[in-house]
């Protein structure tokens, strides 16, 4: 768990000098928008006869409205592209960290958590493809510690497993995707914070 933090802390720093370029680019480009809005307003404003000056402020503030709604959508936008350019760097990471060699050694730390969350000395564990000769080597180990780690069927993830005890009834996924998923609400809106306020 330690490791993801620093990831996503890692990716934060880096986020935040990214966002400046970002931000900076959209708020010039909303600016020039409502800006563009209100010249095209005056012009529209000063050219009305006077009978429908009051129509015509209307038009003028229905165009600064929109030129707003736009460049916050515009901002809005580039904002959720960042984040996802952000979520897509930490998945990357993810990988790498997964072909490391500190991923063996926080695979058995996060095997004994499990254990312990469980409350069981038997459970199901289940991999992906690649890591089923570590999780043997690891099976092997827990054997030794009187643990009883049954291989179940290769999953698709990015690293890390599915755990639960031979009778099904408790279950633990801590997959990337699924710490990512817990970590997501929370990481999202620091990251928000982080880089747009």
């Known amino acids: 768990m330690e490791e993801s933090k620093k990831i996503v802390e890692d990716i934060l720093a880096e986020a935040e000098r990214r966002a400046g370029e970002i931000i900076g680019s959209a708020k010039r480009e909303a600016d020039n928008i409502v800006q563009a809005a209100q010249i095209s307003g005056r ?35 580039k904002r959720e592209e960042l984040l996802q ?15 490391s060699g ?3 050694s926080w695979m ?3 095997l004994e958590a499990a254990v312990a969350e469980l409350d069981t000395r ?17 099976r092997q180990s827990f054997k030794k510690k009187g ?6 069927s290769p ?14 009834k408790m279950a633990i996924d801590l997959t ?17 914070r982080v880089l747009f306020e």
């Open 147 to 152: 643990v009883e780690i049954k291989i179940g």
């Open 43 to 77: 012009e529209e404003k000063e050219n009305l006869l006077s009978a429908a000056r009051i129509k015509a402020q209307q038009l003028f503030k229905e165009k600064i409205m929109a030129a707003k709604l736009e460049s916050k959508r515009h901002f809005l936008l």
């Open 108 to 110: 058995e730390k996060e």
């Open 176 to 192: 990337f995707e699924r710490k990512l998923e817990r970590l997501g609400d929370e990481a999202k809106t620091r990251i928000a």
């Open 122 to 138: 038997e459970l199901e564990v289940e991999v992906r493809k690649e890591d089923l000769k570590l999780l043997e080597k690891l």
């Open 85 to 99: 350019r952000v979520f897509d760097e930490v998945r990357k990471r993810l990988e790498e960290f997964a072909k």
């Open 155 to 168: 999953i698709v993830c990015l690293g890390g497993f599915r755990a639960k005890t031979l009778d099904g």
């Open 102 to 104: 500190d991923y063996a």
